[in-house]
C-alpha cells in the first residue's frame, strides 16, 4: 500500500492536484532545491532548522542548517552561494496563501506582457484544462507592441483538434492579456533528464 506520495520538482498544478483527489491517492507537497538537499518545505511546513522568508518581489530567500555552503569547482575550492542578507536567493516566486504554500514558478521565467506579470505555469494550467492538450510550455518573445507577447507550444490529444477550440475555451477562463497570442501544435516538448521543460528551447518552434 502507499501510504504517501511525494510531489515535487516543479509547481503542484491545479489539473495534477485534481486527479490526485479524485483518485484519492493520498499525497503531500513538498518544496526544495538541490542547494538545500532537495526539500526545504514539506506539506506547507518549513523544516526544522530551516527559515524562510520573501523578497519584496515574493523572490523565496532561504537559509538554514542543511543549505549547501557553496558548489565545487575542482582543485578542493569551493564557490560560496550568492547570498542577500545571509539569505540564499533562490530565483523562485511563491508566498503563503491561507497556510498554503504556493510556487509561481522561476524569477526569469515571468513574462512581462502589456505591463502585466504573467506566470507561464497559470497560462499552461488553463490550456491543459481544455482537455485538448496533453502537453504544454508556455514562453515570452520579445514583441514591439507588448515588451513580450505569449506563446505556447501544445501537443495536441488528437490532430482532429484547431487552436480555435482552445483559444475560446481561454476566452472564458482566463485574463485577455494572459491569453497566448500565438498557439503552435509539436509532437514533443524539450525537456532535461527529470523532465523539467527546457524553456529556452521552445523558442525554437517560434523562428
Given at each position: 500500500?502507499?501510504?504517501?506520495?511525494?510531489?515535487?520538482?516543479?509547481?503542484?498544478?491545479?489539473?495534477l492536484e485534481?486527479?490526485?483527489?479524485?483518485?484519492?491517492?493520498?499525497?503531500?507537497?513538498?518544496?526544495?532545491?538541490?542547494?538545500?538537499?532537495?526539500?526545504?518545505?514539506?506539506?506547507?511546513?518549513?523544516?526544522?532548522?530551516?527559515?524562510?522568508?520573501?523578497?519584496?518581489?515574493?523572490?523565496i530567500l532561504?537559509?538554514?542548517?542543511?543549505?549547501?555552503?557553496?558548489?565545487?569547482?575542482?582543485?578542493?575550492?569551493?564557490?560560496?552561494?550568492?547570498?542577500?542578507?545571509?539569505?540564499?536567493?533562490?530565483?523562485?516566486?511563491?508566498?503563503?496563501?491561507?497556510?498554503?504554500?504556493?510556487?509561481?514558478?522561476?524569477?526569469?521565467?515571468?513574462?512581462?506582457?502589456?505591463?502585466?506579470?504573467?506566470?507561464?505555469?497559470?497560462?499552461?494550467?488553463?490550456?491543459?484544462?481544455?482537455?485538448?492538450?496533453?502537453?504544454?510550455?508556455?514562453?515570452?518573445?520579445?514583441?514591439?507592441?507588448?515588451?513580450?507577447?505569449?506563446?505556447?507550444?501544445?501537443?495536441?490529444?488528437?490532430?482532429?483538434?484547431?487552436?480555435?477550440?482552445?483559444?475560446?475555451?481561454?476566452?472564458?477562463?482566463?485574463?485577455?492579456?494572459?491569453?497566448?497570442?500565438?498557439?503552435?501544435?509539436?509532437?514533443?516538448?524539450?525537456?532535461?533528464?527529470?523532465?523539467?521543460?527546457?524553456?529556452?528551447?521552445?523558442?525554437?518552434?517560434?523562428?
Amino acid at each position: 500500500n502507499i501510504k504517501n506520495i511525494l510531489v515535487g520538482g516543479a509547481p503542484l498544478s491545479q489539473i495534477l492536484e485534481d486527479q490526485l483527489q479524485r483518485n484519492h491517492w493520498p499525497y503531500v507537497s513538498t518544496y526544495g532545491l538541490t542547494e538545500a538537499c532537495s526539500q526545504f518545505i514539506t506539506n506547507n511546513k518549513i523544516l526544522p532548522n530551516m527559515e524562510l522568508r520573501f523578497a519584496k518581489d515574493n523572490e523565496i530567500l532561504i537559509r538554514g542548517k542543511n543549505i549547501s555552503p557553496g558548489y565545487y569547482v575542482g582543485h578542493g575550492k569551493i564557490s560560496p552561494l550568492p547570498l542577500s542578507e545571509d539569505f540564499y536567493p533562490t530565483g523562485d516566486l511563491g508566498k503563503f496563501e491561507n497556510g498554503v504554500f504556493k510556487i509561481y514558478g522561476r524569477k526569469k521565467e515571468i513574462i512581462i506582457s502589456g505591463g502585466e506579470n504573467i506566470f507561464p505555469p497559470e497560462v499552461e494550467d488553463a490550456i491543459l484544462a481544455t482537455n485538448l492538450i496533453s502537453e504544454c510550455a508556455v514562453i515570452g518573445l520579445t514583441d514591439e507592441n507588448w515588451g513580450e507577447k505569449i506563446v505556447a507550444a501544445c501537443i495536441p490529444h488528437d490532430t482532429s483538434i484547431n487552436t480555435e477550440e482552445i483559444f475560446s475555451q481561454l476566452r472564458i477562463s482566463l485574463n485577455p492579456k494572459k491569453i497566448p497570442k500565438l498557439i503552435k501544435f509539436v509532437q514533443t516538448l524539450p525537456r532535461t533528464r527529470n523532465g523539467k521543460i527546457i524553456r529556452q528551447k521552445v523558442a525554437d518552434y517560434f523562428l
